[in-house]
């Protein structure tokens, strides 16, 4: 084969991997500017600034008020003992609604689907996931906590359902999963597991 055409395949080959490179070069890096469009959809369109004038409106403002009724996202709707566990950041010492046979049966299902994995179905702190990690040792792991101590009944219940709701430590809060209602079901039942490791019943 002339020397000519090995050259020629030498270029073109490398001419090939140019637009690889770029591509492994677009995916490890960062730009200040502002990616290549392919499709003008979304990505470029017209819109103001907060506190921008705008002519749309009759009153000349971009920034429009809340339609009447709306409700704040972070606002407590109802008792707030119930919704928050706590009032003036005292937790609340009782439970704020009779727990019926019905409620401890739903906390009992919840307990199982979003505690137990880590706190064991008795509360021991002993759930496949803190026994997995156990078995793994790579010293990174916070051991749940065991819910029948006696430092854990003695927090209210108002600090149970809290701990829930947003979390503790290294635990997430789980309050966008699990409504009010099911929390304080929850507490409820925790109660009841530390109730049935004293080996007494009580109502």
């Known amino acids: 084969?002339?020397?000519?055409?090995?050259?020629?395949?030498?270029?073109?080959?490398?001419?090939?991997?140019?637009?690889?490179a770029l591509l492994v070069k677009a995916r490890v890096t960062h730009s200040p500017l502002p990616r290549l469009m392919v499709v003008f959809d979304m990505d470029n369109q017209d819109r103001y600034e907060a506190q921008q004038?705008?002519?749309?409106?009759?009153?000349?403002?971009?920034?429009?008020?809340?339609?009447?009724?709306?409700?704040?996202?972070?606002?407590?709707?109802?008792?707030?003992?119930?919704?928050?566990?706590?009032?003036?950041?005292v937790w609340a010492e009782t439970f704020p609604r009779p727990l019926d046979d019905a409620a401890l049966a739903r906390?009992?299902?919840?307990?199982?689907?979003?505690?137990?994995?880590?706190?064991?179905?008795?509360?021991?702190?002993?759930?496949?996931?803190?026994?997995?990690?156990?078995?793994?040792?790579?010293?990174?792991?916070?051991p749940p906590t065991d819910l029948r101590t006696e430092a854990v009944r003695a927090r209210p219940v108002g600090h149970l359902y809290n701990?829930?709701?947003?979390?503790?430590?290294?635990?997430?809060?789980?309050?966008?999963?699990?409504?009010?209602?099911?929390?304080?079901a929850v507490v409820g039942y925790v109660r009841a597991l530390q109730i049935a490791a004293e080996g007494r019943e009580e109502r």
């Not at 084969?1 to 490398?14: A, C, D, E, W, Y």
């Not at 701990?163 to 304080?184: E, F, H, L, S």
């Open 163 to 184: 701990t829930i709701a947003n979390g503790i430590r290294n635990m997430p809060a789980y309050g966008p999963q699990i409504p009010v209602d099911d929390r304080w």
């Open 1 to 20: 084969m002339p020397r000519m055409f090995k050259s020629v395949g030498i270029v073109l080959t490398l001419l090939a991997l140019i637009p690889l």
């Open 107 to 142: 906390g009992r299902e919840r307990y199982d689907v979003f505690c137990a994995p880590c706190h064991g179905l008795t509360g021991a702190g002993d759930g496949m996931i803190a026994r997995r990690a156990d078995f793994l040792m790579e010293g990174t792991w916070t």
């Open 53 to 89: 004038a705008s002519p749309f409106f009759d009153d000349g403002r971009v920034m429009r008020a809340p339609p009447e009724g709306t409700v704040d996202r972070d606002a407590v709707v109802g008792d707030p003992l119930y919704a928050d566990g706590h009032v003036d950041s």
